[in-house]
């Protein structure tokens, strides 16, 4: 049996997943999570945290699920920040009563056929407790081939419906479970995706994820979801697209997608996305660490205005590359990861071509999605890692790192 499942059974306590309220003690200090719906964030919001995470001493940074997360956070600042973010309903951050969506929520970052069926799923979801942390769900528009990929429990993929090879029509949407397509089709993927919750939630014990139900159990989610919502099912045909769908660089669709390094957005480059962020532009978080601007009258010139803050090459060296926050900033961390990445970058020695997710121990906090190697830093008295020097050689003592190829786990 699987040790996730060997987890699950024996699992007496909720998860622990910090948001906007729960918060999480690190060593810098208190650490919020807010989970934007399909990573929409308005620039009110965009402000509200720069300017939390400026005076917390951190860079804003993106998370593997698309959210956001504000570091070294006074008690007092941090509920000052989830007030104030209330306060800009009917955005979606925090409803105006403070709630929060209970688990992630991805949504095709381009486009903006699904958006309401991403706003209709977290009004449902909101306050809901029997829903854990952990679980993600994912919507992606029809040809996308974008958050399929990132290892989501409930995808929801719109899909020509049954015999339309012209794919001109209406479409419909499909369901997979843990990456697997159920054959379950119906024409509202709202209800789609809320009648997988609700046959998760009612049926998962203590499991978190559906990769920890067994092979029974998903059987029996798969026939309540087509119970509670008259799907009709087909031949399984879809699988998940790749993990890494990164596109930088402007669009002629009036899009620009930028890549922070490190995930990190700095009260500068906040700033500059705000000011962006007028006339009708939106902005989406993604799970890929990248921000998606939409609605661009002239993608190249907001390209220009953020050049030197972020990544917009589409041949950039930190694309596909990510790293848990490490020392000193955790307590648990062995190495300076962030800095040692860097340095690698820097040197040539990563970058380019195998997403990696740098992290300070064997927790690997926010390993994204999908398949990736997972360069995880080693007790320097341990002698069988690599030593990563400032320029790749040995000359500056850094962190020692082993390589672990992981796919499919999304942490943190
Ligand atoms: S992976 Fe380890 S070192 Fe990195 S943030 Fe998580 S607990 Fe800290």
């Given at each position: 049996m699987p040790r996730t499942r060997d987890r699950a059974a024996t699992r007496a306590r909720p998860d622990a997943c910090p948001g906007a309220w729960r918060r999480h003690d690190a060593a810098d200090g208190a650490l919020a999570r807010f989970r934007p719906v399909g990573g929409a964030t308005t620039a009110a919001e965009l402000r509200l945290l720069a300017g939390a995470a400026t005076l917390g001493g951190s860079p804003l940074e993106l998370t593997s699920r698309g959210s956001w997360q504000v570091r070294g956070l006074a008690g007092s600042t941090a509920d000052d920040l989830a007030d104030a973010l209330r306060a800009?309903?009917?955005?979606?951050?925090?409803?105006?009563?403070?709630?929060?969506?209970?688990c992630g929520l991805l949504t095709s970052?381009?486009?903006?056929?699904?958006d309401g069926a991403s706003a209709q799923v977290a009004t449902a979801l909101?306050?809901?407790?029997?829903?854990?942390?952990r679980l993600l769900i994912a919507l992606e528009d029809r040809?996308?081939?974008?958050?399929?990929?990132?290892?989501?429990d409930i995808t929801v993929i719109l899909v020509a419906r049954?015999?339309?090879?012209?794919?001109d029509g209406d479409p419909t949407a499909a369901l997979l479970l843990d990456g697997t397509d159920t054959g379950l089709r119906h024409p509202d993927p709202t209800a789609l995706a809320l009648a997988a919750v609700d046959a998760f939630a009612a049926r998962?014990?203590?499991?978190?994820?559906?990769?920890?139900?067994?092979d029974t159990t998903r059987g029996a989610v798969v026939a309540d979801v087509r119970d509670r919502s008259d799907a009709v099912v087909v031949l399984p045909d879809l699988t998940p697209a790749t993990a890494d769908p990164t596109a930088l660089g402007p669009r002629d669709d009036g899009t620009l997608e930028v890549l922070p390094r490190l995930g990190e957005v700095d009260a500068a480059t906040a700033a500059a996305l705000v000011g962006l962020l007028l006339d009708g532009v939106t902005l989406r978080a993604t799970p890929w660490r990248t921000l998606v601007l939409r609605g661009l009258d002239d993608p190249a010139a907001a390209a220009r205005t953020l050049d030197g803050l972020v990544e917009t090459d589409p041949?950039?060296?930190?694309?596909g590359l990510s790293a848990c926050v490490g020392a000193p900033r955790c307590a648990?961390?062995?190495?300076?990861v962030r800095g040692d990445l860097a340095a690698a970058v820097e040197s040539g020695?990563?970058?380019?071509?195998v997403r990696q997710h740098w992290v300070g121990?064997?927790?690997?906090?926010?390993?994204?999605?999908?398949r990736v190697a997972v360069i995880e830093a080693l007790?320097?008295?341990?002698?069988l890692g690599y030593n990563m020097g400032a320029?790749?050689?040995?000359?500056q003592q850094r962190g020692i790192y082993r390589t672990v190829v992981r796919s499919g786990r999304v942490t943190g």
């Open positions: 800009d309903h009917p955005d979606a951050l925090l409803d105006v009563r403070g709630r929060d969506i209970p970052p381009r486009s903006t056929r699904l909101r306050g809901r407790t029997d829903v854990p942390g040809g996308a081939g974008d958050v399929s990929g990132q290892g989501a049954p015999g339309d090879h012209t794919l998962r014990d203590t499991a978190w994820r559906v990769r920890e139900l067994d041949a950039s060296r930190w694309r648990r961390s062995l190495a300076d020695h990563a970058g380019g071509t121990c064997g927790r690997a906090c926010g390993t994204p999605g999908g007790d320097p008295d341990e002698s320029s790749g050689g040995r000359e």
